[in-house]
């Protein structure tokens, strides 16, 4: 398996070097990893300080390791708020930049992400469906005139099923047409046309009560997740993480074109095919959860390539620790800007990924 190194992007490989300018080659690379671990741990403990109530960084690891006197002070927010809340930060934003790495490699498209492809707006068709159709989209203000929406299992389900019936239809139409790369951005471009209208036209017949639990839906807010979704969307997240960094080669094969990959043994189509079946998958679970974030599918892989290059056995985790950071900071700004008051976490991903985006894109042309 180690001839797959050749076929990575980077300006250097296992063939062109010694072994001692290789050790130092990938070297650099695990220090990046190394580096990436222990910020996203002290991302993670900081995210469990800070809010509308600050928290000493010593009280919040005493509420987690149950130790110390001020366990029962802190125990509520610490534990029952802030920590699944951050735990699905971590898993939605590995599972999306992941997932945004094999896409891009699947479709050999620098845009490619699991938003490209229009599950997003089938997962919000199927909301907006259930509070329209199914009546899951009950609104109700509390005395601090906070809106939720009252039964967010109906809304959940039906998110889930159309972003599976949009990854469905993706995969169906490129086995069809031997999964090429082009006919499934094609796909994805329809599929998200044709939710979004979908969408408009629910939207068009609501009341004002339906209208608002549609909107409040699609906003992205961890803070949704409880212990129950969490696990759920932990479970399915990580054993998609698990899959793709299996077949890290495979994706470094893929890269050198398919009938290179075949050459190698690699079966290009199935890969690509299992490759979409898994990131659809995790994206849906994700999205059906806590709503529609963007841009950390887009934004990571291309954000970590500066620094591991396009060898998936780095890039792969490096995105999955960009992801769990950046998703970490945004819901970390998000409840100490406005606060007491919570921004959704999808709007500070929103406003910093796309100028992040435009700056990479504009710097890597003047390069």
Not at 74 to 100: D, F, K, M, T
Not at 127 to 140: D, I, P, Y
Request: aromatic fraction near 8%; glycine fraction near 10%; charge should be positive.
């Amino acid at each position: 398996m180690q001839a797959f190194l050749l076929f990575s992007t980077d300006t250097m490989s296992a063939a062109d070097c010694s072994t001692g300018e290789y050790a130092i080659y990938t070297g650099k690379k695990k220090t990046v990893l190394a580096g990436g671990v222990l910020l996203l741990v002290a991302t993670f403990l900081i995210s469990l300080s800070l809010g509308s109530v600050s928290i000493p960084l010593g009280d919040v690891a005493a509420s987690i390791l149950r130790l110390g006197e001020t366990h029962g002070k802190w125990e509520a927010i610490v534990l029952q708020v802030r920590l699944p809340q951050s735990l699905a930060a971590i898993a939605a934003g590995a599972g999306l930049a992941v997932a945004g790495v094999a896409m891009q490699s699947i479709l050999r498209n620098p845009l490619g992400s699991p938003f490209t492809l229009g599950i997003s707006n089938a997962a919000a068709f199927g909301a907006a469906f259930s509070v329209m159709v199914l009546g899951t989209g009950v609104m109700h203000s509390s005395a601090a005139d906070a809106i939720s929406i009252t039964k967010p299992g109906g809304t959940t389900s039906a998110a889930f099923i159309f972003s599976m019936l949009a990854a469905g239809v993706i995969l169906a139409v490129a086995r069809i047409r031997r999964s090429s790369p082009e006919v499934m951005v094609l796909t994805g471009v329809a599929m998200g046309s044709l939710f979004s209208a979908g969408t408009m036209f629910l939207q068009y017949f609501a009341d004002d009560t339906q209208l608002a639990a549609m909107v409040f839906w699609t906003f992205g807010d961890l803070a949704r997740a409880g212990w129950g979704e969490l696990s759920l969307t932990g479970i399915i997240t990580f054993a998609g993480l698990g899959y793709f960094y299996m077949n890290r080669w495979n994706y470094n094969a893929l890269n050198a074109g398919d009938d290179t990959a075949r050459s190698l043994g690699v079966p290009a189509g199935r890969i690509r095919l299992l490759g979409m079946a898994v990131a659809s998958l995790m994206t849906a679970v994700i999205i059906a959860f806590v709503g529609i974030i963007g841009f950390v599918g887009l934004i990571c892989p291309h954000m970590v390539r500066r620094f591991v290059g396009d060898d998936h056995r780095f890039l792969m985790p490096a995105s999955a620790l960009a992801g769990a950071i950046l998703l970490l900071i945004a819901d970390t700004a998000a409840r100490i800007i406005l606060a007491p008051q919570v921004l959704p976490v999808a709007i500070l991903t929103s406003f910093t990924g796309a100028p992040l985006f435009l700056y990479l894109l504009i710097r890597g042309y003047t390069r």
